[in-house]
């Protein structure tokens, strides 16, 4: 089966300006997770989407960061305005359900720069 | 809330050696999962354990789930280049059905030729 698709791979802003990462899981996952990944660092869930709902967005710096998931399938993760401490990977992953017994597959991630 | 702590955060071992990463809980797990990241690649899921005091092995890697299950190893036996990457332990919080997952600090493994 086809795993987490990301895109762009690599992105490299100015602060202050805004970007967009889009994020397509594993067909019939009905979760999907965005996280961040600072060099050296475990990642670090952003928010969780079941289906098309929040579940968890409570790490998300609201203020900045955005994130939808339309018709429960895809998703995009945006940051507008950027922050030199932004600079990170974002992963998104997928999973059947919720439930804390069923594996999360990842994507390759985007990695940010912002200078 | 949950904190999943690591140690040790890096181990450098010749190749054929063995290696221990050890993984903390703060608070008792209903399960726990291991993820093997790769230089530059992403988390990959290696196993998860579900049972007080579980232990499963995987080929050279054994895993294993302490009794209070607030904590957990995974040892790999005779270590080879292709073992290098880190190691994430990640344990579940939250309301049943909406559980997130907390990752560990992760430990760093790099292996002498």
């Known amino acids: 089966e086809a795993g987490v698709a990301q895109s762009p791979r690599y992105k490299i802003i100015e602060k202050r300006q805004s970007v967009a990462f889009w994020c397509n899981p594993i067909?019939?996952?009905?979760?999907l997770y965005w996280y961040q990944q600072i060099l050296g660092q475990g990642p670090k869930l952003l928010i969780q989407f079941q289906n098309n709902g929040v579940v968890d967005d409570s790490q998300l710096p609201k203020d900045r960061f955005s994130a939808e998931r339309l018709k429960g399938v895809d998703s995009t993760l945006k940051i507008q305005p950027a922050k030199l401490e932004d600079s990170a990977v974002y992963l998104c992953a997928s999973s059947l359900v919720a439930r804390g017994h069923y594996e999360q597959y990842f994507g390759p991630g985007t990695r940010l720069t912002v200078t | 809330g949950q904190q999943v702590m690591q140690i040790p955060q890096y181990q450098h071992v010749q190749e054929g050696e063995d290696f221990t990463t050890y993984c903390n809980s703060s608070?008792?797990?209903?399960?726990i999962q291991w993820y093997k990241q790769r230089p530059g690649g992403h988390p990959v899921f290696l196993i998860q354990l579900v049972k007080s005091g579980e232990v499963k092995k995987q080929k050279r890697l054994t895993f294993q789930f302490g009794e209070a299950k607030k904590n957990s190893s995974l040892h790999i036996t005779a270590t080879q280049t292709t073992d290098v990457g880190t190691y994430f332990c990640a344990g579940p919080e939250g309301n049943f059905g909406n559980e997130k997952l907390t990752f560990g600090t992760g430990t760093r493994l790099t292996i002498i030729p």
């Open positions: 067909s019939g996952h009905a979760t």
């Open positions: 608070t008792t797990l209903s399960n």
